[in-house]
């Protein structure tokens, strides 16, 4: 039976091994498929409001204006919600 001092030596060790592997996940998440926030709308400049079901992003006088993703978000196909003249 292994002694106080090296039972806690493999406790941290593994804490310390998961939590290195949380923090891996974490900052791997956000290499995945990206929000069609840089590439624009689909439809292009006909389009002012749209979404791939994570972010809704919209033209603003200031400029693309966009939500916040989910954690748990998976990226569909970007689709036009509101086309140029519509009003807001």
Same mark, same amino acid.
Do not use: N
């Given at each position: ?8 030596? @493999? ?8 939590? +290195? &592997?949380?923090?891996? +996940?974490?900052?791997? *998440? ?15 400049? *006909? ?7 994570? @972010? &809704? ?8 204006? %966009? ?5 748990? %978000? &998976?990226? *569909? *196909?970007?689709? %036009?919600?509101?086309?140029?003249? @519509?009003?807001?």
């Amino acid at each position: 039976m292994p002694s106080r001092d090296e039972a806690l030596a @493999v406790t941290l060790s593994i804490a310390t091994a998961l939590l +290195v &592997v949380l923090l891996a +996940v974490i900052a791997g *998440a956000g290499l995945g498929p990206q929000p069609a926030t840089d590439g624009g709308p689909p439809g292009g400049p *006909a389009c002012s409001e749209w979404t791939d079901e994570c @972010v &809704v992003c919209r033209r603003a006088p200031e400029g693309l204006a %966009c939500s916040t993703p989910g954690i748990a %978000c &998976v990226p *569909a *196909a970007p689709r %036009c919600l509101k086309p140029t003249g @519509v009003p807001i």
